[in-house]
């Protein structure tokens, strides 16, 4: 669970233009996935998740967007910052596969599943011919058992199926068959069961992680619902305003957080197993990217905020549990200050002076 | 208040079936409603609770009369809608509000917030026209938006205060039940908090009630008196919930509740083997026999769920549930 860095992402930078400016959507990111591991990235819109996942994968859209110079991006030692689309290409769906939250429009739908994942096959000779076994047959073979080893039934049957003729959940299924059948090193999953039904939702999450536990896979889980962070994650960075807030292993996390925001968070979420007497309101709203706040970018909305919240804060380890929890957030220097404080605390009702 | 309030809105027997078509057939949906009686009291907040195509979305617009029922009738206030005079259907019209969960998807974007606001209130013939801007300043800020929303447009607003701005539209005719079909499953978790508490104290100052329309259980939780589960166009179970959450009856709430993600993480990572989560994902419901049965993690062994529809049964006192074995 704690092995080798296999993705390092190191002073990621990517800008937006726009009509107020640079949209800053992605400011200063690093992180990095380890072999076997699953890492949840979360945070809420615009917190800049979505885009870190693709500009891992070479695909910010240039222009309006552009990744800064000194972001590095690598993969096993490679950089993939300024790596050739030929590369790109091949690293993609292969050395690092992806799903995303609506399968329907990653599938063509003029070509059926068994056709699409097949292409994957080929495309990165993930397949191995039997003796006297056809290229084409070994690549029809295997895409029929990894259609059965994400839950398909029939898959003979349903390799001929077009992708309107299936479920959200089954497309999915068909999205993990094919991000997953060329073994890759990691996978980033970017909200893969936000569009699903939740008894749905709860199918593919035991299938991914059973899956990753028999392939090793690494998987990068970019996600809003902090139950499924909960759920599945090993370890979690918190992103609010272009930035990693908060880095922790999942326990400590809900236990204990440490960063204002994810105390937020995890005060405003109802809980299914208790219902509270009021939820704690993170007031007022995210702020535009090309707007970010001077000093903390959460300083507008937080309960603690004080004057030296106008300089930013470094991400930096919190004091008793080491290198593995970090925050951004000057109380780690002054936790005085967070007595009395906080999102526990009643809020006025809406509406009255 | 789960019990003893004045019943506001009835459906006895409600059905609403649809022509079997090429959409049927193709994404296996189930948009019928099959025989939901359901009652909400004054103050009170019911949730109807389900997943995709489970009904819950048409059942709401049966009770809002914006479709007519195959079978079965809507009571309002012990009437039956189709019985109501022109005049009544107005105050029924005006006394049953919805609000949707992207409230500005129907909405002219060229009207500030203000015109929108005044053109309800004349249509409704509620405040005489030289005190419209007061009632407009009031409405505002009962959501918690400052006046000068007014002058805005809808493309101005973040998706919160959009949201709030719906609600104010629905309380400009004071209404009796606001029917809130996903209001908040667009919001991002901080944002939904505030709409969530917003509700609340709403129907603490003005004795409102809801009809809350939602998938996601865990906001069901905090905010229902009762909970009504459907499933296959069914009422599957109807409980106070505390008592659905604490003890749910039928296997399909079993298996809603158990497949929502916890808040705490487990100890070491387990695989999600919990026994009463059902394979396969919503499909037909078949024409005899127990909707939820091709899915049932733990039918009757005698055959007895295919044999007959169960019937909704009331165990205890506002307890009900449609299961042979439960």
């Known amino acids: 669970m704690t092995g080798e860095p296999l993705l390092e992402v190191r002073s990621l930078r990517t800008y937006f233009a726009t009509e107020q400016g640079d949209a800053r959507a992605v400011d200063g990111v690093s992180f990095e996935v380890r072999e076997g591991e699953t890492l949840a990235l979360v945070g809420e819109s615009g917190c800049g998740k979505s885009v870190t996942a693709l500009s891992i994968l070479g695909l910010v859209p240039e222009p309006p967007g552009r990744v800064l110079p000194g972001s590095s991006v690598r993969l096993r030692g490679e950089e993939l910052v300024g790596a050739s689309e030929t590369r790109l290409r091949e690293i993609r769906g292969g050395e690092i596969g992806m799903i995303f939250q609506e399968p329907m429009t990653s599938l063509n739908p003029v070509f059926t599943v068994g056709n699409q994942v097949s292409e994957a096959i080929r495309e990165h000779q993930s397949f191995a011919r039997r003796p006297g076994e056809s290229r084409s047959a070994a690549i029809r073979r295997t895409t029929i058992e990894w259609l059965g080893r994400v839950g398909i039934s029939e898959p003979e049957l349903r390799h001929g199926y077009y992708p309107h003729q299936l479920s959200g959940g089954m497309r999915q299924r068909v999205m993990i068959a094919m991000a997953l059948s060329a073994r890759p090193a990691v996978l980033i999953a970017d909200e893969p069961t936000t569009a699903l039904d939740v008894t749905v939702q709860a199918q593919i999450l035991r299938l991914l992680a059973s899956l990753q536990e028999e392939l090793g896979t690494a998987i990068l889980l970019i996600t809003h619902d902090l139950g499924v962070v909960a759920q599945t994650a090993d370890r979690v960075l918190v992103m609010y305003g272009g930035q990693i807030v908060e880095e922790a292993p999942v326990a400590p996390l809900f236990r204990e957080p440490r960063h204002p925001y994810t105390e937020g968070l995890l005060h405003a979420v109802p809980d299914l197993y208790r219902r509270r007497a009021r939820l704690a309101e993170i007031p007022g709203s995210v702020p535009h990217a090309a707007a970010w706040p001077e000093g903390c970018r959460f300083r507008p909305r937080c309960p603690y905020a004080w004057e030296r919240c106008f300089e930013p804060p470094p991400l930096v380890a919190g004091s008793a549990e080491g290198p593995a929890r970090q925050d951004r957030c000057w109380l780690e220097e002054e936790p005085k200050r967070r007595a009395g404080a906080g999102f526990g605390v009643a809020v006025r009702p809406a509406g009255s002076p | 208040?789960?019990?003893?309030?004045?019943?506001?809105?009835?459906?006895?027997?409600?059905?609403?079936?649809?022509?079997?078509?090429?959409?049927?057939?193709?994404?296996?949906?189930?948009?019928?409603?099959?025989?939901?009686?359901?009652?909400?009291?004054?103050?009170?907040?019911?949730?109807?609770?389900?997943?995709?195509?489970?009904?819950?979305?048409?059942?709401?617009?049966?009770?809002?009369?914006?479709?007519?029922?195959?079978?079965?009738?809507?009571?309002?206030?012990?009437?039956?809608?189709?019985?109501?005079?022109?005049?009544?259907?107005?105050?029924?019209?005006?006394?049953?509000?919805?609000?949707?969960?992207?409230?500005?998807?129907?909405?002219?974007?060229?009207?500030?917030?203000?015109?929108?606001?005044?053109?309800?209130?004349?249509?409704?013939?509620?405040?005489?026209?030289?005190?419209?801007?007061?009632?407009?300043?009031?409405?505002?800020?009962?959501?918690?938006?400052?006046?000068?929303?007014?002058?805005?447009?809808?493309?101005?607003?973040?998706?919160?205060?959009?949201?709030?701005?719906?609600v104010a539209r629905a309380l400009a005719v004071e209404p009796e039940l606001i029917v809130a079909d996903e209001p908040v499953s667009a919001l991002d978790v901080s944002i939904q908090a505030q709409v969530l508490n917003l509700l609340a104290d709403l129907q603490a100052r003005l004795g409102l009630s809801y009809l809350f329309i939602a998938h996601d259980l865990a906001v069901v939780r905090q905010v229902a008196d009762r909970v009504a589960v459907m499933y296959g166009g069914r009422i599957v179970e109807l409980a106070r919930a505390d008592e659905l959450f604490a003890r749910p009856l039928h296997p399909y709430t079993k298996a809603l509740l158990a497949a929502v993600p916890s808040l705490r993480p487990p100890e070491a990572r387990r695989r999600n083997a919990d026994p009463s989560l059902p394979e396969g994902e919503v499909v037909d419901a078949p024409s005899f026999g127990c909707p939820f049965y091709p899915r049932c993690p733990s039918p009757a062994k005698d055959g007895e769920c295919v044999a007959a529809l169960p019937a909704l049964e009331e165990r205890r006192a506002g307890r009900w549930v449609r299961c042979v074995k439960a």
């Open chain 2, 1 to 166: 208040m789960s019990s003893g309030g004045n019943v506001i809105l009835e459906a006895r027997g409600l059905t609403r079936r649809y022509p079997a078509g090429r959409q049927a057939e193709t994404t296996g949906s189930v948009r019928a409603v099959e025989g939901v009686s359901l009652r909400i009291r004054e103050r009170e907040t019911l949730a109807l609770v389900g997943e995709s195509g489970c009904g819950k979305s048409t059942t709401a617009r049966l009770l809002l009369g914006l479709e007519p029922p195959s079978a079965g009738e809507v009571r309002y206030r012990g009437r039956e809608l189709g019985a109501l005079s022109a005049a009544e259907m107005r105050v029924f019209r005006r006394s049953v509000q919805l609000v949707f969960q992207d409230p500005f998807a129907s909405l002219n974007p060229r009207l500030t917030v203000g015109s929108m606001l005044a053109e309800v209130l004349a249509v409704h013939e509620l405040v005489p026209r030289a005190k419209r801007p007061e009632r407009i300043a009031e409405l505002l800020k009962l959501v918690g938006l400052d006046a000068d929303a007014a002058n805005r447009y809808p493309h101005e607003f973040s998706g919160g205060q959009r949201q709030r701005i719906g």
